[in-house]
């Protein structure tokens, strides 16, 4: 099915889009509290939210991060299917139009109209230039000589009065872990390697993600470093939980009580297809010596049992318990996400040795969690049951039977966890405050839970094999090590911008110096040769069309950033502050799966990579 989505906003040029002023937060919000609730927005509006770098890519950051939701005011289109190999990107902005065919990604959501963040911290210390007018759209001629973060907070103010904005320079800041700690994210954007460097140091132990983007000429890319980010609500794709395999008892006893009990066609047509597969489950064991079918021919041949007996034959009922009948007929394992959770000292070890984080509540969830999952007498190696089932053909009356059944079974689940909770907190003193609706919540993604931690990043410094002009490069600059696997176009150029961005003047200037080519190329090269990473450009097209064994391909995409210089392209920008704000809003809402790789906007070839 194509996937059409609308993403972020910003035209006046749109038709009636002021005519309607929205005052009620719930009208105002309405359209992204179906993505990520109540408990989500409220996350977003008690946020606040640290940008460095008051450039065109950090000014577009926030936009998306700021924009209202009472109007229609600019807009992505993505068109095409979750897995299609090929997508169109289209971006609606101020003062552009695109069209972008994008390949290799795949977003959980991309629909992020009037975010409305609770306060935005701008730090930059430049003065606005001429240059700075010309690729930034929230600044005037006006503003030439004021300091360029006042002059960009006053322009995003005007997009959503009801968030806050303030501006100071870099030196104000105290870089300390307290003084982070107010915090929710902090976004960088074409900053310098050591103010990174400090930041995350002051950010690791306390759980701040902290999303670094970089944005030069045609290519952009971002990355987020963050120790530990727990999601309940990843939004994954669920498949209803029926237990058919190892049914409990209320639905064992309803499916003994009207299966094969009715005497007319209509009837038989009514009963809900869990009852039949939990009986004829049931039958085929005992058959096979008490076994459940493992293997795929064992389900095949549990599938042609089903088939074989026409006592619910050619009614819609049947034919679902058919098409479920492979897939419900044995137990789910753990998945490794949730046994990584469950082998986790901070989970194994909650009691002895809590985790003295922001985490700790998810943690002493898992430690109840898992508690229920290895008592026989609560879970019995499953976890509790999901109350989400879908619709399916069945009388009015069975149904919602069957749903209460389901319903009753999951509060009940949801109650022995938040009671295990309640002793596990007991046992290692603490006092949190969790709610029942909290468990359950937790109970109903147990499945999807997903821990999210990403190494601290390397930095080393920078020794050149050519001799620099002293006057033009500091001996104390550093550079963010890369780590891939493989080497092709994509890291390619996520080398080429970290060694640019890493020799670039890191004062309070807007006007940068020319760097060689030949400078970023031995930087890479240095970075290379220690790993000896091989190139390897299959499948890869490039804009040269060179061997792969042949090391001017480095040097070619080396020119490519070098042509830039820096300059930030704002239909670059504006991609890229589209997709930094979506990241940005799974971390502050702790929903959806926030990407744990580098993300690289190519706009030369029109297409998006994680690697």
């Not at 609500?233 to 009207?258: C, N, W, Y």
């Not at 009691?351 to 002493?364: D, E, G, L, M, R």
């Not at 509060?411 to 309640?422: G, Q, Y």
């Not at 920078?462 to 080497?487: A, D, K, R, T």
Request: proline share 6%.
């Amino acid at each position: 099915m194509p996937l059409i989505s609308i993403i972020m906003a910003q035209s006046d040029t749109l038709p009636n889009c002021r005519k309607h002023p929205m005052s009620n937060p719930t009208d105002k919000y309405d359209r992204q509290l179906r993505l990520w609730k109540n408990s989500g927005q409220s996350k977003l509006a008690n946020s606040k939210v640290a940008l460095f770098g008051a450039n065109t890519l950090g000014s577009e950051v926030l936009k998306n991060l700021v924009l209202p939701g009472i109007t229609l005011q600019s807009f992505f289109f993505f068109f095409g299917s979750r897995n299609s190999p090929s997508s169109l990107f289209l971006i609606f902005s101020p003062i552009l139009l695109v069209l972008i065919p994008f390949s290799n990604v795949q977003f959980q959501f991309l629909f992020l109209l009037g975010i409305g963040i609770g306060q935005f911290f701008l730090f930059d210390s430049a003065k606005v230039s001429s240059q700075d007018c010309q690729s930034n759209f929230f600044l005037s001629k006006s503003d030439i000589g004021s300091p360029i973060s006042e002059a960009v907070v006053s322009s995003l103010k005007e997009l959503n009065p009801q968030v806050l904005g303030f501006h100071k320079n870099v030196e104000d800041v105290q870089f300390t872990a307290d003084y982070f700690k107010k915090f929710s994210l902090v976004i960088l954007c074409n900053q310098p390697f050591p103010l990174l460097s400090k930041i995350i140091d002051c950010c690791w132990d306390s759980n701040i993600p902290v999303l670094y983007c970089i944005a030069n000429g045609f290519i952009s890319s971002l990355k987020i470093f963050v120790s530990e980010h727990c999601v309940v609500e990843s939004h994954s794709d669920t498949i209803d939980d029926l237990r058919i395999a190892k049914p409990f008892h209320e639905i064992e006893t309803f499916a003994s009580l009207h299966y094969k009990t009715q005497t007319d066609s209509k009837s038989r047509s009514e009963i809900p297809y869990p009852i039949i597969l939990i009986k004829k489950l049931q039958e085929f064991a005992a058959n096979n010596n008490g076994k459940l079918p493992v293997s795929f021919q064992e389900k095949k041949s549990f599938k042609n049992f089903l088939i074989s007996d026409p006592y619910y034959a050619g009614n819609e009922n049947f034919d679902e318990a058919v098409e479920n009948s492979i897939r419900c007929c044995s137990t789910q394992p753990l998945n490794s996400e949730l046994q990584n959770i469950f082998d986790n000292p901070n989970c194994s070890l909650f009691v002895s040795n809590p985790p003295k984080n922001n985490n700790i509540s998810f943690w002493a969830l898992s430690a109840a969690l898992k508690q229920f999952y290895a008592d026989k007498d609560q879970g019995n190696y499953s976890l509790p049951l999901n109350d989400s089932i879908s619709d399916m053909h069945s009388s009015t009356i069975l149904y919602t039977q069957i749903l209460s059944i389901y319903r009753n079974k999951f509060i009940a689940d949801a109650r022995s966890v938040h009671s295990n909770l309640t002793k596990i907190l007991s046992q290692a003193s603490l006092n949190l405050d969790i709610s029942n609706s909290e468990t359950e919540l937790f109970c109903r993604n147990a499945r999807n839970l997903r821990v999210i931690s990403t190494p601290k990043p390397q930095f080393i410094p920078i020794s050149l094999l050519s001799n620099p002009n002293p006057g033009s490069i500091s001996s104390s600059l550093s550079i963010l090590v890369p780590q891939f696997h493989e080497f092709g176009l994509p890291e390619a150029f996520v080398y080429s911008l970290y060694a640019f961005q890493s020799l670039m003047p890191s004062g309070p200037t807007s006007t940068p110096t020319p760097t060689p080519t030949h400078l970023v190329y031995n930087l890479i090269s240095q970075l290379l040769n220690p790993n000896i990473i091989k190139i390897d450009l299959s499948n890869k097209t490039s804009a040269t069309s060179i061997s792969p064994n042949d090391h001017g391909f480095v040097s070619k995409v080396s020119d490519e950033i070098c042509k830039s210089n820096g300059y930030q392209v704002h239909v670059t920008c504006a991609a890229m502050g589209g997709i930094a704000a979506q990241e940005a809003i799974k971390l502050i809402t702790q929903q959806y799966i926030p990407s744990d790789k580098t993300i690289l906007y190519d706009g030369i070839h029109g297409s998006i990579h994680t690697i």
